[in-house]
């Protein structure tokens, strides 16, 4: 069962847009996808079960002890062809310790990360930022980097070497700075899919655009097979040693 879970660097990193056209080009490419949602929101959910046809599935490990994580993940994953996890605020941000964060449900999924990060005006940086989220907790398994809101592309790839050299994590997508990516439609940020559908004039248009940014930003094959990698990586295993599918249309 292949799984990938993306989270962000804190919040406001986009990732929510982005695992909105990843959902969509999976979708695209005729796959079942089941989406969750760490932690309890639930507009993100809306635009996931929208989108896929499944129903979104929340994962929480303050409310729910860890059985109750894979249990609900094993059931709903059921019959899917590949699973996607979006994070929640920052990659390790959580009530004590790792206690309802991302980072725990990832490690409790064996989930490979696929690591969101807000490179507006940052390139040598964003390996800092990269090596530090790596080597903060080694049992959490980044497997690859996806570079959001960037300006230009010398900035790309300025960005992409400095982080292949120095955090040694492959950079599987680029995102550049597009009005298009902004989902939000009100001083409260993202509105919920049914009164985003109903309410503003070429929402799903928009929705639409965002999963062409998408599929031309990531490299989506090499996603699929960095979510084939649910196992603990060589990196982690040393360490313990010490609804409507609208994509289509």
Known sequence: MRRILLAGDRSSS????????????????????????????????SYHSYITGRYCRNLDGYLMPKWTVDEVYSRASQGADISVIEGVRGLYEGYEGDLGSTAQIAKILRAPVIFVVDARSITRSAAALVKGYMDFDPQVDIMGVILNKVGSERHARKAREEIERYAGVEVVGVIPRDESMHLAMRHLGLVPMVEGEARHEGFVQRLARIR???????????????????????????????????AAA
């Open 14 to 45: 986009g990732k929510t847009t982005i695992v909105a056209g990843l959902l969509s080009a999976l979708c695209n490419r005729s796959l079942q996808v089941q989406p969750f949602k760490v932690a309890m929101d639930y507009i993100d959910p």
């Open 212 to 246: 062409e940014i998408v599929e031309e930003g990531l490299d989506i094959d090499r996603i699929l097979e960095i979510a084939a990698r649910h196992s603990p990586s060589k990196r982690q295993s040393r360490t313990s040693t010490k609804g409507t599918n609208w």
